[in-house]
């Protein structure tokens, strides 16, 4: 389970770097996988406690992407490792990203067949292996670290003014011949403000939402030992706050804490533990955040005045939310969770019977419990009516809309329980024969995940692996692996497969003709091809029938209603349910000249066979409903690309300085789909890289000089539709008209890092791109029709440069379909991170206790650079329906003892 850091190979050729897993003991040095290692220290320059923002822009071929930026969640992070999702293990233990930046010691990504294949049923996209600190032998250690925070939020759509609103509602309503729906009148009144009632213009951003919000990080890290003791102890707390400017607030903290001890009892026996907690309270108002964001880029600015007086809160009978009264007055919403992960172990070494035989072993117990607490309450609101007097002049009235309830109790609205089990060992022989040195390994790993709703098996899954290698003169390496993984999903003889895996590596500058070469100090190359067996994704068994009561039985596509319950069959088992297979090929080289230029490159060619698809895909409806086909080993794809990193560093003047830039690219392509046979050839799949875009091609818009000769489309079209283009030929436009027209994921990654030491400055700089994609902005946001909601979009191009189609009360079937009017390139570049730093000299501290005392300003999401002015294109919809992305600064200090 733990790991012993022995040298690092990036200083000598010939050095060792020992990896202790649970899927064997590995000599990196004499090892056939590709290996990427990153200091905690580099990535502890990222401010605040995430490990998963620390990694943006890092490793070559990872791309790390955040879907949600509500304080006090875990920031929704996304990683994709060669196209892929990558393994997770922390000290060896399958824990997830359940890990503080601040107590990492290292980072490993492995990433190739050797290292997948011992993964089993997770080893389809290889591994993030974290080291915490704590796993070797030193003099104690203290470590304090204190940060406080300034998040300030970024982009947020551009909303209308409630004269622009009105206006935009004109045009659109006279485009549809209806004539104005505001008069000049209102539209002035507001825009001066002179009837904040009758006339209202609400700017929501600037009444709710604060520019920033703070945040405090604080953390001790304790860890020392010698060779018979070693132990490891950190407390890290972490506290936020929201940006709603007006009612409850977000305000949460969490405290994380592991403890870890590792103890020689004799020459034979070393028993290991630890146990990791993290305990959480967020608080909020009952309406949820996403919720907030919503309302407050829909909710037109002339919908209603907020309050009339000191307690009327006011809607309207199309818009029915009142934002102030909900968060003043809706109640209050308190978020618990509690984590645990408890692990103990027993190492066995045998060198005193066999030498290089030791047996290690453990067991880890995870925990996960939540509960949200919440008073929900209904302020009372009311709509506004305009009732004549006696003298004939309008009067303002109040109609109850909803009645104030209170909750007066607090109550429990949902919980969540999650445990899962895990045991695991490894027998490892080392020893040198001849001229070469043999590794072996035997190992299992079991993984129980109980579940306890009614319509969810247990997850079990059970892994052997039998590995071993061997480095002749360190120049010739050879590596072999059997894999066997059995699975709960699959039945028979399918439930226990074997899977095969082989590398070779070459150091050539350990040949004869280089081994003195003063230019080059490290080249190797070298290849690896493996099968991996995953199970799939959904959680029902596919191997068994499914029953479902309901008042629906199907016979054929139809379905008719009886009076009575009845159980009707909705899945078809399918006994031959198999495993899916990722055949993966790999090949790289490294190479180290003049002790300053690394190159790291990998060339990947996977392919995935045997994925899940539903039978019904394949044939016509007539056939029959889903129930009656079952589901099918069918899909195959094939995903290609590679990954690189090139630094340069210069440590040998008083001015210090290094460059790196890495890179990922793939592509992953449908070898054979589940999809109809078209007879338009265009129009299939097979073959075409799954990412993408079917739409139609676009011609501009209709003008008064060609709507005349308008082909049949999607309804009557008008001028300032949009146009497409026949591809078919056949004087009309319709579904067999669309083509691949862009691809929507991105086909490049990449990071850049730079950094300079000059005395006891430093400054450190990371930004991380995606590249070689499209994004569709056919979507809400830049969606305008109707009588609802539009944005400042309507009175400006699109991103991508085109006009706006025309705006229309009643939704144009027309303009909104796929086509490529709406495609930007989503190509963007951002600063994720920035530090600058000042170390007190060693003179400074010599006579005190202080080992070092670090000064820091840290800086993410620092700047970006995208086509997308509006909107971020990581996510589109930050600020629109969810927290924006925020920019986070943090000014601290961490010294050691």
């Not at 969640?73 to 233990?93: K, S």
């Not at 551009?158 to 009148?185: E, K, M, W």
């Not at 399918?494 to 080249?523: H, M, Q, Y």
């Given at each position: ?362 067991a880890m117990l995870r925990t996960f419990n939540s509960q949200t607490l919440l008073a929900d309450n209904t302020p009372a609101t009311y709509t506004i009516n305009y009732v004549p007097d006696v003298n004939g002049n ?25 445990r899962n089990f895990v045991y695991g060992g490894n027998v490892s022989y080392v020893k040198t024969i001849g001229q070469g040195d043999l590794n072996l390994n035997l190992n299992h790993l079991l993984y129980f995940q ?102 629906t039985i199907y016979y054929g596509i139809g379905g008719s209603s009886p009076a009575n319950s009845a159980y009707s069959l909705s899945q078809t088992a399918n006994l031959g349910i198999n495993w899916i297979t990722y ?315």
């Open positions: 389970m733990g790991n012993n850091i022995k040298t690092d190979t990036t200083a000598n050729k010939n050095s060792d770097e020992i990896l202790s897993t649970p899927f064997g003991v590995f000599n990196l040095s004499q090892s056939t996988g590709a290996v990427f290692k990153v200091s905690g220290n580099e990535l502890r320059k990222t401010p605040g406690n995430s490990l998963a923002e620390a990694l943006r822009g890092r490793v070559p071929g990872l791309k790390v992407t955040r879907g949600n930026n509500t304080p006090g969640e875990d920031g929704g992070y996304t990683f994709t490792l060669n196209g892929g999702t990558p393994y997770v293990l922390i000290d060896g233990e399958p824990r997830g990203l359940e890990v503080d930046l601040r107590e990492v010691e290292e980072v490993y990504v492995l990433n190739d067949a050797t290292f997948n294949s011992m993964l089993g049923i997770l080893g389809d996209n290889g591994l993030i292996y974290v080291v915490t600190k704590g796993e070797n032998a030193s003099k104690p250690i203290v470590e304090a670290n204190y940060q406080r925070g300034l998040n300030i939020r970024t982009r947020l759509p551009q909303l209308l003014s409630a004269a622009d609103y009105a206006t935009a509602i004109n045009q659109a309503s006279n485009n549809d011949g209806f004539g104005d729906i505001y008069s000049p009148t209102a539209i002035q009144a507001y825009r001066d403000g002179s009837d904040p009632i009758r006339y209202p213009n609400v700017n929501y951003q600037d009444m709710f939402l604060k520019q920033s919000s703070p945040s405090n990080f604080a953390s001790l890290n304790v860890y020392g030992g010698k060779d018979n003791v070693k132990y490891g102890a950190f407390l890290g707390y972490s506290d936020w706050q929201g940006l709603e400017k007006i009612g409850k607030q977000i305000n949460g903290h969490d405290l994380t804490f592991r403890t870890k001890i590792r103890t020689r009892m004799n020459d034979l026996i070393e028993a290991h533990a630890s146990v990791y907690g993290k305990f959480g309270q967020n608080d909020r108002a009952v309406l949820a955040p996403n919720t907030m964001f919503n309302w407050i880029s829909t909710t037109p600015a002339n919908a209603f005045p907020l309050q009339v007086g000191d307690t009327a809160y006011v809607v309207s009978n199309q818009y029915n939310n009142n934002l102030l009264s909900e968060l003043k007055g809706g109640g209050k919403h308190t978020d618990y969770d509690a984590r645990m992960i408890f692990d103990f172990g027993v190492d066995f070494d045998f060198k005193d019977y066999v030498k290089g035989l030791k047996y290690t072993t453990y309008d009067s303002l009235t109040l109609r109850t809309y909803n009645t104030a309830i209170r909750q007066l109790n607090v109550s429990r609205s949902s919980s969540g329980i999650q109980p579940t306890k709703a009614s319509g969810q098996p247990d997850v079990r899954q059970l892994t052997f692996n039998l590995n071993g290698s061997y480095a002749l003169k360190r120049k010739y390496i050879v590596f072999g692996n059997v894999n066997s993984s059995s699975s709960s999903k699959f039945i028979g003889a399918n439930r226990t497969r074997f899977f095969p895996t082989g590398g070779l590596a070459w150091v050539v500058s350990n040949e004869d003709f280089l081994k003195n070469n003063s230019s080059i100090n490290f080249l190797k190359f070298r290849t690896s091809y493996g099968v991996i067996g995953t199970e799939y994704a959904t959680s029902n068994f596919l191997y068994l029938n499914q029953w479902t009561g309901g008042n055949n993966q090929f790999y090949a790289g080289a490294e190479l180290r000249m003049f002790n300053s230029f690394n190159l790291n490159i990998n060339y990947f060619d996977i392919a995935i066979k045997g994925q899940i698809a539903q039978a019904s895909e394949l044939y016509a409806a007539a056939l029959g409903n889903n129930v009656y086909l079952p589901y099918l080993n069918f899909t195959n794809r094939r995903n290609k690309g590679f990954n690189a990193n090139i630094s340069y560093n210069n440590n040998k003047n008083e001015f210090k300085y290094y460059v790196g830039v890495n890179a990922g690219y793939n592509k992953i392509t449908g070898e054979r789909i589940a999809e109809l046979p078209y007879p338009d050839q265009y129009r299939l799949q097979q073959g075409q890289p799954e990412d993408n875009i079917i739409g139609y091609v676009s011609d501009g818009l209709f003008t008064a000089q060609n709507i005349g000769s308008a082909l049949p489309q999607f309804g009557a079209v008008q001028i300032g539709d949009i146009k497409y283009k026949d591809l078919n030929g056949d004087n009309k436009i319709d579904s067999r008209d669309q083509k691949a027209i862009g691809n929507n994921t991105p086909r490049f990654n990449y990071g850049i890092n730079i950094g300079a030491n000059f005395k006891n400055f430093n400054i450190d700089v990371v930004g991380n791109g995606l590249a070689g994609y499209d994004i569709n902005l056919n979507r809400n946001y830049y969606q305008n029709f109707g009588l609802g909601s539009y944005f400042a979009t309507v009175n400006q191009n699109l991103s991508n440069g085109n006009a706006n189609p025309r705006l229309a009360v009643l939704k144009s079937n027309n303009n909104y379909i796929n086509s490529d009017y709406w495609l930007i390139k989503g190509d963007y570049f951002r600063i994720s991170l920035l530090e600058l730093g000042y170390t007190l000299s060693d003179k400074v501290i010599a006579k005190g206790p202080l080992n070092s005392v670090k000064f820091f300003v840290r800086g993410s999401n620092i700047a970006l650079f995208s086509k997308m002015k509006d909107l971020d294109p990581e996510d589109l919809n930050a600020g629109v329906s969810e927290y924006p992305m925020m920019r986070t600064y943090t000014l601290g200090a961490s010294l050691s003892f």
